[in-house]
């Protein structure tokens, strides 16, 4: 295995009501692929993606991460989180999944490492959700229902040298986001973007208590 490349794990759709991998997956994977020298740098301790779906990032990063980290997975969706159970089973990987909305259900004060998120960013109507697999991209009016209830508790989950990447795309004002991740005292760059059937979307990758100059990546 290239220590340069996430590896690319197997998984398999047992149910209609899991969001399938798709272009915003990969430019995460990507994403994350470009920054596995500060993330083994980082070396962190604990790791946690929020909606999973299939599983394949949160096991992916496990893969690449195993040797120093532990990793949760938590969507609202249980179908998502037996996926998510059985892609990690299936590759190898170990991955402690939750059932719940958001971290409601996790007493993780300052511990979190690194934080992932795809979050459901496509605006919508009230009364548009009508199945689970539909809390995979109803976001809302601006696409930012979960995000804006997310950030909030994040000073008090992520630990003090952290790391962070969401999924954004242009309707959900990217640069507002960043604004108020600065203003709770992160630090915010967007790393990756890709246009892809009318979505302009975006990876913006936050940070607290890194210098990434200082940071030994090889």
Known sequence: MNSSKLPTPSYRLESEQVYDPSEDTFLLLDALENDL????????????????????????????????SFFMAVDINHFACST???????NGSKV???????????RLGNLIDLLVFNPPYVPSNEGEETELIDKAWAGSDLGRFSTDKLF???????????????????????????NSLHS???????????????????????????????????
């Open 37 to 68: 020298p500060i993330l083994k740098s980082v070396k962190p301790a604990l790791v946690l993606e929020i909606g999973p779906g299939s599983g394949v990032v949160i096991t992916a990063l496990s893969l690449a991460l195993r040797r120093t």
């Open 152 to 178: 909030p508790m994040l000073p008090r989950l992520m630990s003090s040298n952290c790391l962070g990447y969401i999924v954004v795309i242009e309707e959900n004002r990217p640069e507002e986001m960043a």
């Open 184 to 218: 709770l005292g992160f630090t915010c760059e967007f790393v990756a973007k890709r246009n892809v059937r009318g979505e302009r979307l975006k990876i913006l990758r936050f940070s607290r208590g890194l210098d990434f100059s200082k940071l030994s990546i090889t």
């Open 84 to 90: 998510t159970a059985q892609t990690a089973d299936k």
């Open 96 to 106: 402690d999944v939750l059932c719940g909305d958001l971290v409601s259900s996790l």
